[in-house]
DNA sequence: CGCGAATGCAA
DNA sequence: TATTGCATTCGCG
């Protein structure tokens, strides 16, 4: 057991700390999922993660000559030595001597981040395309090559620390390192996940759930239309995208099923009209045009948005289905833009702070389930909607219907809990 | 050396 | 003016 987790563990919680989160209604949230989840992150702690140390060294060799080159490339096009690592010589270099416009600001200054750089992409893309390269390399080789390198222990494996009391929705975190952010989006960032690997006769197991948190949304706002969606089993952003521009499923093109899932997520996070049109990189009316079709289409949801809002001003928390509670001081703030922030904060607790319960719930049954069927198969791995499983290859079978059983029934909501699995030599290699 | 800011990776 | 995290780098004090 690493040092820290004993002094952080809320187990054996002393009787006159359990007789006040009883009075809180809390006691169950406490003795039912954070006791018994300090063991199961203490035992995914202790056996960590295969790495294939050699895939990560032939990594950062390719990235490190992709810098120096891309480095090159940018010196020659600016004419004189410069540090690409810093924003404040860059904006000096695209604002100051080249007299490029940015559309968006910083706390100190103009901002030089990849979407401000894309929309200026075709004023001087013989130095702005190879900087973008350059700063999708350079993330890679210093945050994941070398970075990841650093933390392989002499056993071979990675052991990060996974925080039970950290994210205030309720939440892991994971750090030294953060194995919640390995990429996977882009082909190059991919790569890093064929370093993660199983040892002979194991494979991985991959488990995640689908669209938890939208399920939890249709079931916290009881909206018909979702729950339907949801229930008969359709594609959940194709469904919803009919609604939005009414037009039937079959029409549905790429491009209005990408924006409904745009509107989707955004919506748990408490988007409005001019951050849905920012990122759509359309005019503000248009996206509040396309936000009020959903929510005409999905009216409860909005409901339980402003519901949410109103209860937590009232109570000044927020509180989850399972009774995890979250403060927020924000709401009674006399800055509105502060106000409004506690607004989207609370909007955003319940759902994934009950996507959050439901996963903690699952670990815990599951490494339980597991112990008791005596199989050697080990949790490895969360990352937030997701579980890996080292698994011996005679026990494949098995526990992977046992792992989908156990995290199908984690929870009975309004709406099924879907879960997709693969298996894999290699993390990469277990797409679901 | 510590810290805030900027940036970017994930769900 | 979209939530929750963590790591890296720069640049200041």
Known sequence: MRAGREALAITFLAPAVLAALEAQGMAKLYLEIENPLVRVLARMEEVGITIDRSELEGLHERLTTETRRLTDVLREVVGRDFNLNSPIQLRQILYEERGLSPTKKTKTGLSTDAATLEKLRYEWPEFIEPLLQYREVEKL???????????????????????????????????????????????????????????????????????????CIAHLAEDPGLVAAFTAGEDIHTATAARIFSVPEEQVTIGMRSTAKMVSYGLAYGMEAYGLGQRLNIPTEDAAVILNA?????????????????????????????????????????????????????????????????????????????????????????????????????????????????????????????????????????KT
Request: proline share 5%; charged share 25%; glycine share 6%.
């Open 141 to 215: 080789r210093s945050t994941y090559a070398e970075g990841l390198l650093a933390e392989v222990a002499p056993d071979g494996r990675i052991h990060a620390t996974f925080n039970q009391t950290v994210a205030r929705t309720g939440r892991l975190s994971s750090d030294q390192p953060n194995l919640h952010n390995i990429p996977v989006r882009s082909d190059e960032g991919r790569q890093f996940r064929k370093a993660f690997i199983t040892p002979p006769g194991h494979v991985l197991l991959v488990a995640d759930y689908n669209q938890i948190e939208l399920r």
């Open 294 to 430: 959903y929510f005409t289409a999905f009216p409860n949801v909005r409901d339980y948005m402003d519901g949410t809002v109103k209860e937590a001003r009232t109570r000044g928390y927020t509180e989850t289905l399972f009774g995890r509670r979250r403060p927020i001081p924000e709401l009674s703030n006399a800055n509105y833009r502060v106000r409004q922030a506690g607004e989207r904060q609370a909007m955003n607790a319940g759902i994934q702070g009950l996507a959050a319960d439901i996963f903690k719930v699952a670990l815990v049954r599951l490494d339980q389930a597991l112990e008791a069927a005596g199989y050697a198969s080990r949790i490895i791995l969360q990352v937030h909607d997701e579980v890996l499983v080292e698994v011996p290859e005679a026990e494949r079978e098995a526990v992977g219907k046992l792992t989908v059983d156990t995290m199908r029934h984690a929870a009975e909501l309004r709406v099924p809990l879907e879960v997709n699995t693969a298996f894999g030599r290699t993390w990469a290699d277990a």
